[in-house]
């Protein structure tokens, strides 16, 4: 019941608010933050809260008894897992988490097509962050905010709340589109991991 009235109050704020965006996330945040939910699930198995030998021996079973994760991808050190049927073309996602004593707290992401063969040759950068959006909408829930950038030089941003996760969308530089997924509940990373 607590949940059901939250989402009713939440959704009243995106439909009669006139503020801006920023505006709005930051009113979505304050109140997903004080409703105290979890969701702790990140994509392929993966959670805020694990532990860091449990990721690195899950990780280890994926790669060798599942081959679904590898390490390489665009940043080599981070692991890469194929994204199939998930976005309008073969695309796979590069990812590495931080810890936080001793548990995961945050995720980064590469997403990016996947030796696609695009009709005409090329594809809009902008195609690739709308599928990823799409596919965000539909892992995390809708709707991812979009937070325009002040500055004509930097690129707009898609962001969603939903208790203590937060999923923030945004072009790289490179042909990639970065996630990056909070745990806002949790302390900041430690050196020691």
Known sequence: LKVGCLLVVISSLFYRCTDSPEAQYKALEKAERESGVRYDSLFKGLYFGMKHQEFRDYCYHKNTVEHDFKMGGPNTSWLESKLSGELSYPAAINFYPVFADGVITEMNALIYYDNAVFKGGSFDKDSLLHDVVAMMERWYGKPFLKIKSP?????????????????????AQTPEVKVWI????????TKDQ
Do not use: E, M, Q
């Not at 500055?151 to 072009?171: H, L, W």
């Not at 909070?182 to 990373?189: E, H, I, S, W």
């Open 151 to 171: 500055y004509a030089f930097k690129d707009d941003i898609y962001v969603s709340v939903r208790g203590n996760r937060r999923v923030t969308v945004y072009p």
């Open 182 to 189: 909070v745990d806002l509940f949790a302390k900041g990373p």
